[in-house]
C-alpha cells in the first residue's frame, strides 16, 4: 500500500501552517542540490515511531468576506473527505468554538472519515484547559490540545493520528504490474496519452484545462505484460490555484507519484519546458523515482536537423538537478514513438532496482579517487575508506569518510558521475549517504 495521507484542516489563522511546519521539520526546506526548484508548501513527508505518511496541508483559504469563509471551508473539508485516511481538524483555543468550526465538524462526522480534533494555541495546559474542554461540543471525540509554535502535546496528538492508520499501510502491495504515474501542467496530453495506450476512453479528454479532477487507474497490455497507468489531474502554478479543488489535484498527483515504479513527466513541446515543469518534477525526484520526460506535441513543431536538440538542452538547463532523466520526444495525437515508452519504462524500472556488487563498487572509486584528489581543508584530507549500496528504489550508496564535513556535495556528484560511467542508471536518481568513521576501525 501507498503511504496513509493525513490532511490539516481548519479555519484561518487558527495555526494549521505552522502546525504543518513543526510536523514537517527540515523535510521541507529546499535541497541544495536541487537548483530552480522551489517547493510549495502543501505537501511532506513525516516519520512517527516507525510510522511513514503525507501529510497534506488544506490551507490557503484567504476569504475576501465572511459571507465566503464557509463555503470555502465546506469545500476544504470535502477534499480532506475524499483524500485523506485521517483528518486532523485544527481549531483556536484563543478565539473559542466559532460556528463555522461546528458546520465543518458536521461534514466530517458524516464522513465516517477518522478525525483527530486538535485544539491549538494552549501555551499552558494548567490554564487553558478549561477552555479546551469546550470543544467536547463539536461532538467528534476526545480534543487534544496541542502548542505548534511551542511544540507542545505533539507526541499524544501524533500517537492518536497513527491509531487509525489502515492495517499494513505502507507495506508492498502484491500487485506486481509495473506502476506508471503520468504528471504535468493542465492540458498536456496527459488523458489522451492514456486513452492512446489503452485504446479506450477511460479519462475524459477535454481541452479545458483541469478536467481530470481525480488519478484513474488504467491497465493497459503491451507485448503480453500489463503495466498499470494512473492519471492525475494537472498541477498549475500556485498564483492560479485559487479553487482548493486544484490543491487537490496537487494532492492526488503527490499520492500517485508516492505509489508509482516510473514518472512520466509531461512537457507541452509548443510551450517549452518551463519553471513549473520544475516544480512537478520534483516532487518525482525527490522520492527517487524512475523518471521519464515525454515531449508531447512533436508533431506541432517545425523543425530543423537542430530542433530537437535544441530542445534537449533547453530541458537539461531547466531541469539540471535531474540529468539522468529519459527524453523522448512523442506525439499523442499521432502515435508518433509511443511503442518506445514501453522500453524505456523496462529500462528504467530495471535501473531503479539495480544491485551493484561492492567489491566492483569500491574499484571504481578508489580508480575515481586516483584520477582526482579529494578535497582538503586546514591540511587535513577527505578519505573514503568504503563503498556500499545499501537499498534500491532508488539505488542508495553509503560512503564511509574520515570527516563528512570535507565531503563536498562536488564531490559526491563527481563520484556519483563515475559511478554513473560504468554502470549506467539511466532514469533513475542515485542517494547517497555519507557516514564518519574513525581511521583503523
Do not use: C
Not at 513543526?22 to 513525516?46: H, N
Not at 460556528?99 to 461534514?107: H, Y
Not at 477552555?131 to 487534544?144: A, Q, R, S, T, W
Not at 520534483?282 to 523543425?303: C, L, P, T
Amino acid at each position: 500500500m501507498s503511504k496513509p495521507i493525513v490532511a490539516i484542516v481548519g479555519r484561518p489563522n487558527v495555526g494549521k501552517s505552522t502546525l504543518f511546519n513543526t510536523l514537517a521539520g527540515e523535510r521541507i526546506s529546499i535541497v541544495k542540490d536541487t537548483p530552480g526548484v522551489t517547493r510549495d508548501r502543501i505537501y511532506a513527508e513525516v516519520s512517527w515511531l516507525d510510522k511513514n505518511f503525507t501529510m497534506i496541508d488544506t490551507g490557503g483559504i484567504e476569504p475576501e468576506s465572511k459571507d465566503i469563509i464557509l463555503s470555502q471551508m465546506r469545500e476544504q473539508a470535502q477534499i480532506a473527505i475524499d483524500t485523506a485516511d485521517v483528518i486532523m481538524f485544527v481549531v483556536d483555543v484563543r478565539q473559542g468554538l466559532q460556528d463555522a468550526d461546528s458546520k465543518v465538524a458536521d461534514m466530517l462526522r458524516r464522513s465516517k472519515k477518522p478525525v483527530v480534533l486538535v485544539v491549538n494555541k494552549v501555551d499552558d495546559f494548567n490554564k487553558m484547559m478549561a477552555d479546551v474542554y469546550e470543544f467536547y461540543n463539536l461532538g467528534i471525540g476526545d480534543p487534544h490540545p496541542v502548542s505548534a509554535s511551542g511544540k507542545l502535546g505533539l507526541g499524544d496528538m501524533l500517537d492518536e493520528v497513527i491509531s487509525h492508520f489502515p492495517e499494513g499501510a505502507g507495506e508492498e502491495e502484491e500487485d506486481d504490474r509495473p506502476k506508471i504515474a503520468v504528471i504535468g501542467k493542465p492540458n498536456v496530453g496527459k488523458s489522451s496519452l492514456i486513452n492512446k495506450l489503452s485504446n479506450e476512453d477511460r479519462s475524459i479528454v477535454s481541452n479545458i484545462a483541469g478536467t481530470t479532477r481525480d488519478s484513474i487507474d488504467t491497465n493497459v497490455r503491451y507485448n503480453k505484460k500489463d503495466y498499470l497507468f494512473v492519471d492525475t489531474a494537472g498541477i498549475r502554478r500556485k498564483s492560479k490555484v485559487k479553487e482548493d479543488i486544484e490543491r487537490y489535484s496537487i494532492i492526488r498527483a503527490v499520492a500517485a507519484v508516492e505509489k508509482a515504479d516510473v514518472v512520466v513527466i509531461m512537457i507541452d513541446a509548443t510551450e517549452g519546458v518551463t519553471e513549473q515543469d520544475a516544480k512537478i518534477a520534483g516532487i518525482a525526484h525527490d522520492r527517487g523515482k524512475g523518471i521519464i520526460i515525454a515531449v508531447n506535441k512533436w508533431d506541432a513543431i517545425e523543425k530543423d536537423n537542430k530542433t530537437m536538440k535544441k530542445h534537449t538542452e533547453e530541458i537539461r538547463d531547466v531541469l539540471s538537478f535531474m540529468p539522468y532523466a529519459e527524453i523522448l520526444y512523442v506525439s499523442v495525437k499521432t502515435g508518433q514513438r509511443l511503442n518506445k515508452l514501453f522500453d524505456l519504462i523496462d529500462i528504467v524500472m530495471e535501473n531503479n532496482a539495480m544491485r551493484v556488487q561492492t567489491g566492483v563498487l569500491n574499484e571504481i572509486v578508489t580508480e575515481a579517487v586516483a584520477m582526482q584528489q579529494p578535497p582538503s581543508d586546514k591540511g587535513k584530507r577527505l578519505k573514503i575508506f568504503y563503498v556500499t549500496q545499501v537499498a534500491v528504489k532508488p539505488p542508495t550508496f553509503v560512503i564511509f569518510v574520515n570527516d563528512r564535513n570535507l565531503m563536498h556535495f562536488s564531490y559526491t556528484r563527481y563520484l556519483e558521475n563515475r559511478i554513473r560511467d560504468t554502470f549506467g542508471f539511466q532514469g533513475t536518481a542515485l542517494k547517497f549517504i555519507i557516514r564518519e568513521r574513525k581511521e583503523g576501525k
